[in-house]
């Protein structure tokens, strides 16, 4: 069987790391597990995984600061569980750095297929070295970084960065949100729209000035 690497599951309940353990071996990752926060962090600095499964409500340091603690280090795609379906806790989860969500319930099968479109992004053979210009701004397909007319390149995560990169290919022309999430996500999406407007908003906040309008009702647009 392909070795795919290995997948670490921060989550606290057994019975749900059993069925991840099941599907994921299934498709020829190694599961390595943790319990809580504090081991959860100790293993990402240690085993070195491929991608992270982190759920929200973890006892001791929850999942919202594991993952701003994971994001601070290094650009490890975070995938993460939530048994709460308000959109505060799944924006507040993206809005930290996590490349992804899933609600429990969850199907295994999607959760396999999340994290393999998140590697495939994070890990993809490089972009050709193409720098995009729009009003001033370097977008470095080569190195994935985005240069601001004035200051320091900045890299921003692997989603947020296939999502800038979409916008600057098309810029002038509006983007449906589901234009993007076909184009960015990269597979059935089965989340919310939602989702494109927070990574918007981290774009905004990382990059203050980027050039990316709301066009209210349809989506959004990179502009000259």
Request: hydrophobic share 40%.
């Amino acid at each position: 069987m392909t070795n795919r690497g290995t997948v670490l599951v921060i989550e606290d309940e057994a019975a749900i790391v059993d069925l991840i353990r099941l599907y994921f071996e299934q498709e020829g990752f190694r599961v390595l597990h943790a319990g809580d926060g504090e081991s959860g962090l100790r293993a990402v600095r240690e085993r070195n995984p491929r991608a992270v499964i982190l759920d929200l409500g973890l006892p001791g340091i929850d999942g919202i600061e594991v993952c701003r603690r994971i994001r601070a280090a290094s650009d490890l795609p975070v995938i993460m569980l939530t048994a709460r379906d308000e959109d505060v806790d799944k924006i507040v989860g993206l809005e930290i750095g996590a490349d992804d969500y899933v609600t429990k319930p969850f199907s295994p099968r999607e959760l396999v297929a999340r994290v393999r479109a998140v590697l495939r992004r994070a890990e993809g053979p490089p972009r050709a070295p193409v720098v995009l210009e729009v009003s001033g701004w370097e977008i470095d397909g080569g190195r994935r970084q985005v240069r601001p007319p004035e200051g320091d390149p900045v890299r921003p995560t692997a989603r947020e960065f296939e999502l800038l990169w979409c916008l600057a290919e098309n810029h002038g022309l509006v983007l449906s949100r589901s234009q993007i999430l076909q184009s960015v996500w990269g597979y059935d999406y089965f989340g919310e729209t939602r989702t494109v407007d927070v990574h918007i908003r981290q774009l905004r906040k990382k990059l203050p000035g980027i050039p990316i309008e709301t066009v209210w009702g349809v989506g959004y647009r990179m502009v000259d």
